[in-house]
């Protein structure tokens, strides 16, 4: 099993920045891949970026190509989520998720159902 808990949730004027973190515990990461959705109100969940747990490879939804950024820390298995330039449209919760099976591509890691851990979540609000 894997948990995953994300922080750095909150509310933040539109233009502004937040880094999300999401602690991934259970067991080792070296074979999975990450991902975060967002999930705004009355709309389905959306894909927003992902990244295989060596980095090299990640994926942005087009809306947030340029402004966010996926990461990984080194020993602490963690992923990140460094969002600037937000905009109003970009309120919702959002939620990582972790998965090890698959041949990863873009397609494949925008698909929830490529994911077999997720977290609970964290709010990121976006005043205009």
């Known amino acids: 099993q894997v948990q995953l808990e994300e922080s750095g949730g909150g509310l933040v004027q539109a233009g502004g920045s937040l880094r999300l973190s999401c602690a991934a515990s259970?067991?080792?990461?070296?074979?999975?891949?990450m991902g975060w959705f967002r999930q705004a109100p009355g709309k389905d969940r959306e894909f927003v970026a992902g990244?295989?747990?060596?980095?090299?490879?990640?994926y942005y939804t087009d809306s947030v190509k340029g402004r966010f950024t996926i990461s990984r820390g080194n020993a602490e298995m963690t992923v990140y989520l460094q969002m600037n330039s937000l905009k109003a449209e970009d309120t919702a919760v959002y939620c990582c998720?972790?998965?090890?099976?698959?041949?990863?591509?873009?397609?494949?890691?925008?698909?929830?159902?490529?994911?077999?851990?997720w977290g609970q979540g964290t709010q990121v609000t976006v005043s205009s």
């Open positions: 259970g067991r080792t990461l070296s074979n999975y891949y």
């Open positions: 998720a972790a998965g090890s099976t698959g041949q990863y591509s873009r397609g494949f890691a925008s698909r929830a159902e490529s994911y077999n851990f």
């Open positions: 990244i295989r747990w060596s980095g090299i490879i990640s």
